[in-house]
């Protein structure tokens, strides 16, 4: 048995009408909150050209937060792999362990973070894309790792560093190159859940002993806790909001909760943000654990990494206070 993880997952989410730098200072506040509690990871994820999500320098805002914190580990969740050339990648986090050894995780995807036009300005050749994910992911590892005696381009920094890498997806491919090649894995239950059992229980089958010796499965979900449940499910308007305007191609600002969400959506919008939220926890400390303990038996999760958007900041420091109350200790297999 050994005691269930905790993370966080920050997409550095803006209010109406903020600047960027806001966002990031409450960032960096979050992350020393949550290294105070005892969580395991401050994660970031990689996107681009969304208004109201200010995440997309990824490797910039590890950096400042890792630089803003002491023992909590800092890393990526995702770098979009496709988007960026292995080598640029592999000397950017080289240069993070670098400047903080033994604290940094390069979380890869390989989805483009952002819609057609976005990737196009991003893979200036349009020849990457997530077909080639294994080979650029390979080339990565190439550079993190010993440089061996035929291999003429070198990551400085970053050969010999090692960097952790973790695998991260919504659908079959990534939980099936996870297991094969023996990495941890995270799946974005946080809004694409309809994969997650499936998913993990193809990576257990298909897990051969590599970088890990046994599966580290690894969750991300919504997650919501307050006082009571009442209160927890009125703070989740905040996200349930964001994804509408999400689906309406909208900005994704975080948004004052209401009372109900009653006449702001129409029946198939409704719909289409519930299934996107479908695996979210949220509630009271009593209801929250249930969700995570039966979420870590239900999928063999060895980490929960937490998304918790609420409008007041306030309220989502107290939500990852009681998530870790209401958690600890839940072992797992």
């Known amino acids: 048995m050994s005691e269930l993880r905790l993370s966080v997952l920050?997409?550095?989410?803006?209010?109406?009408?903020e600047e960027a730098s806001e966002g990031i200072a409450r960032s960096v506040t979050l992350a020393q909150h949550v290294e105070n509690l005892g969580y395991q990871r401050f994660l970031l994820a990689e996107h681009h050209s969304i208004a109201g999500i200010a995440s997309s320098a990824t490797a910039v805002l590890i950096g400042h937060i890792a630089g803003a914190t002491k023992s909590i580990r800092v890393g990526s969740a995702g770098i979009m792999l496709p988007n960026h050339a292995p080598l640029v990648v592999a000397e950017q986090f080289g240069t993070l362990e670098a400047l903080y050894p033994g604290r940094i995780d390069l979380g890869l995807g390989r989805a483009p973070g952002g819609d057609f036009h976005t990737m196009r300005a991003l893979r200036r050749d349009l020849k990457q894309s997530g077909d080639d994910f294994p080979a650029l992911l390979e080339e990565l590892r190439t550079y993190l790792g010993d440089p061996r005696p035929d291999q003429i381009v070198h990551a400085f920094p970053g050969e010999g560093s090692r960097v952790?890498?973790?695998?991260?997806?919504?659908?079959?491919?990534?939980?099936?190159?996870?297991?094969?090649?023996?990495?941890?894995?995270?799946?974005?239950?946080?809004?694409a859940p309809e994969y997650l059992y499936a998913?993990?229980?193809l990576y257990r089958e298909m897990f051969r002993p590599g970088v890990l010796q046994e599966p580290?499965?690894?969750?991300?979900?919504?997650?919501?806790?307050?006082?009571?449940?009442?209160?927890?499910?009125?703070?989740?308007?905040?996200?349930?909001?964001?994804?509408?305007?999400?689906?309406?191609?909208?900005?994704?600002?975080?948004?004052?909760?209401?009372?109900?969400?009653?006449?702001?959506?129409?029946?198939?919008?409704?719909?289409?943000?519930?299934?996107?939220?479908?695996?979210?926890?949220?509630?009271?400390?009593e209801t929250v654990r249930a969700g995570i303990e039966k979420l870590a038996r239900d999928t063999g999760a060895k980490e929960i990494i937490a998304v918790t958007d609420t409008y007041d900041f306030n309220d989502r420091l107290r939500s990852y206070e009681l998530l870790a109350e209401a958690m600890l200790p839940i072992a797992t297999v």
């Open 10 to 17: 920050d997409l550095v989410g803006l209010r109406p009408g």
């Open 164 to 191: 952790p890498v973790l695998l991260l997806g919504s659908s079959a491919f990534g939980a099936q190159l996870a297991g094969m090649l023996g990495l941890p894995y995270a799946f974005a239950a946080h809004f």
């Open 199 to 201: 998913a993990a229980r």
């Open 216 to 285: 580290h499965m690894m969750v991300g979900v919504q997650v919501i806790a307050a006082p009571t449940d009442a209160e927890a499910k009125r703070l989740f308007t905040t996200p349930q909001q964001r994804f509408l305007r999400l689906i309406r191609n909208q900005p994704v600002e975080l948004l004052p909760p209401v009372d109900s969400m009653d006449g702001l959506w129409a029946d198939y919008e409704q719909a289409a943000v519930e299934s996107k939220l479908g695996a979210a926890i949220v509630g009271g400390p």
